[in-house]
C-alpha cells in the first residue's frame, strides 16, 4: 500500500524556516519522481516542487522560488522541503506523492502556519 507521512510542519514568524519531510512507503521510491503540494485556507491545492527521481530535474513555482529547496534521500525513502523566508501567504496544508501518479491518495498534510 502507497502512504507518505508528511511531517515538520508548525507555527513560525514571517522571515522564518522550516524543513518538512516526507517518508514514504509502498513502492520502489527511487523509481518516480516526487512532488510537494499546499492547499491554504480557501485556495486550491498547487503544485509548490518537484524532483526527478535521482534528485536533478528541480522545479518550483513562481511564489516559492529562491526561497524553497525540494531535497531527497533515496536511502530513506524521504523528500524534503527546506522553506526559508517563509511569508503569510506560504500558510497552508503541505503534502507530498509521486509527481503524475493522480491514482495516489493524499497523505494527511503536514501544517504551516507563518503569523506573527
Known amino acids: 500500500q502507497v502512504q507518505f507521512v508528511e511531517s515538520g510542519g508548525g507555527l513560525v514568524q514571517p522571515g522564518g524556516s522550516l524543513r518538512l519531510s516526507c517518508a514514504a512507503s509502498?513502492?520502489?521510491?527511487?523509481?518516480?519522481?516526487m512532488s510537494w503540494y499546499r492547499q491554504g485556507p480557501g485556495k486550491e491545492r498547487e503544485l509548490v516542487a518537484r524532483i526527478g527521481s535521482a534528485g536533478g530535474g528541480t522545479n518550483y513555482a513562481d511564489s516559492v522560488k529562491g526561497r524553497f529547496t525540494i531535497s531527497r534521500d533515496n536511502a530513506k525513502n524521504t523528500v524534503y522541503l527546506q522553506m526559508s523566508s517563509l511569508k503569510p501567504e506560504d500558510t497552508a496544508v503541505y503534502y507530498c506523492?509521486?509527481?503524475?501518479?493522480?491514482?495516489?491518495?493524499w497523505g494527511q498534510g503536514t501544517q504551516v502556519t507563518v503569523s506573527s
Open positions: 506523492r509521486r509527481l503524475l501518479v493522480s491514482y495516489d491518495s
Open positions: 509502498g513502492f520502489t521510491f527511487s523509481m518516480y519522481a
